[in-house]
């Protein structure tokens, strides 16, 4: 994940390799003028993506077997055969190799409510997402036992410079959210929610994985804490009482 806001491979988002968080390809392409699909790339683009994911997939490799901070970005140049500056241009810092597999879900929940039909609101459309995401085992919502996701995200929850540059992340789906339910204060606090919710929902169901307990096992119960949490959103928190006297 690019953390400047701007993909290295001229807006590039390109789906996750076997080690990714999620498996899904991108849904964030633009399509043609016409609405028949996916515009056309060229040649040179092409490069780009393969290069850019060519880069991760090395760095990662080397991240698994030798843990992040022992491996230097000199290392990870050398193993993809490029310059340290040429792999700057593509990933701003040591981290992007690692987060910009998330690049794909930085604005999926604004996705998700732009998208949605136009009898649906948008707490409805986010409600539903996120369960068919549980339904299908999407890492992105932390219930995926899968050994090559489960070993990414040890290493993404195991390192603190990856969990801080996380934030960033974060922060930004939120502001994409704010702007797809209308920008204004309201619309940003509900995004700073919503977006809270669905986090701490995946930090659960990905710690009773990490514990040893299997996707299968825990789906009913993600399904009923995804429920409740939607509940609570969408009846809000009890009012504060009212002063006395």
Not at 92 to 114: G, M, S
Request: glycine content about 10%; proline content about 7%; charged content about 25%.
């Amino acid at each position: 994940m690019v953390m400047n806001g701007e993909n290295p491979a001229n807006g590039d988002r390109s789906g996750p390799a076997s080690a990714s968080p999620s498996a899904s390809p991108s849904g964030s392409g633009s399509g043609s003028a016409s609405g028949d699909g996916p515009a056309p790339v060229g040649l040179r683009e092409r490069k780009k993506r393969l290069t850019y994911q060519a880069v991760s997939d090395a760095a990662i490799t080397m991240f698994l077997e030798r843990g992040f901070d022992k491996v230097s970005v000199a290392e990870v140049a050398a193993a993809a055969d490029i310059s340290k500056p040429t792999l700057f241009r593509y990933f701003p810092a040591k981290e992007d190799l690692v987060l910009h597999r998330f690049a794909d879900h930085e604005d999926e929940a604004a996705r998700v409510v732009t998208g949605r039909a136009p009898d649906e609101t948008p707490l409805d459309a986010l409600r539903r997402h996120f369960l068919d995401g549980l339904d299908r085992r999407d890492p992105v919502t932390g219930l995926c036992d899968a050994p090559q996701v489960l070993a990414f995200l040890r290493l993404l929850y195991g390192t603190p410079s990856l969990v801080a540059r996380l934030h960033a992340y974060q922060g930004r789906s939120e502001a994409a959210l704010a702007r797809a339910l209308g920008g204004g204060l309201s619309d940003r606090l509900a995004a700073g929610q919503i977006i809270a919710v669905l986090r701490i929902l995946a930090l659960e169901n990905w710690r009773r994985i990490d514990a040893g307990e299997s996707a299968d096992r825990i789906y009913a119960g993600a399904v009923q804490a995804a429920e409740e949490a939607f509940v609570q959103l969408r009846t809000g928190l009890e009012p504060l009482p009212h002063p006395r006297g």
